[in-house]
């Protein structure tokens, strides 16, 4: 049974830093994108970084470009995101997932999803 457990959130001052975990098991992820959403209050998931899993070939939205960097550690099973000059913003529950496919953008992609890490961000 996959499981992907998210790690680091917290709360934070702007332009300060988290980097969150997301801990993957219960598979072989080649071939897998790994992407974090993040989710605010009232409002839709959104996509925020992915990364392929044997490439390791990088995506970002836009509004995380220059600020966030996705990476993997194949030999721990683990995704990173290091989110850096953080703002009020991005503050939502971040959530880590696997998908099969290449369209990486979208929620519709991803077959597996961890339950999420709160990141807050006072201004």
């Known amino acids: 049974q996959v499981q992907l457990v998210e790690s680091g959130g917290g709360l934070v001052q702007a332009g300060g830093s988290l980097r969150l975990s997301c801990a993957a098991s219960?598979?072989?992820?080649?071939?897998?994108?790994m992407g974090w959403f993040r989710q605010a209050p009232g409002k839709e998931r959104e996509f925020v970084a992915a990364?392929?899993?044997?490439?390791?070939?990088?995506y970002y939205a836009d509004s995380v470009k220059g600020r966030f960097t996705i990476s993997r550690d194949k030999t721990k099973s683990t995704v990173y995101v290091q989110m850096s000059s953080l703002k009020p913003g991005d503050t939502a529950l971040y959530y880590c997932?696997?998908?099969?496919?290449?369209?990486?953008?979208?929620?519709?992609?991803?077959?597996?999803w961890g339950q999420g890490t709160q990141v807050t961000v006072s201004s």
């Open positions: 997932a696997a998908s099969r496919t290449g369209a990486y953008y979208t929620t519709a992609a991803y077959d597996y």
């Open positions: 219960g598979r072989p992820f080649w071939g897998y994108t």
């Open positions: 990364i392929t899993w044997t490439g390791g070939s990088t």
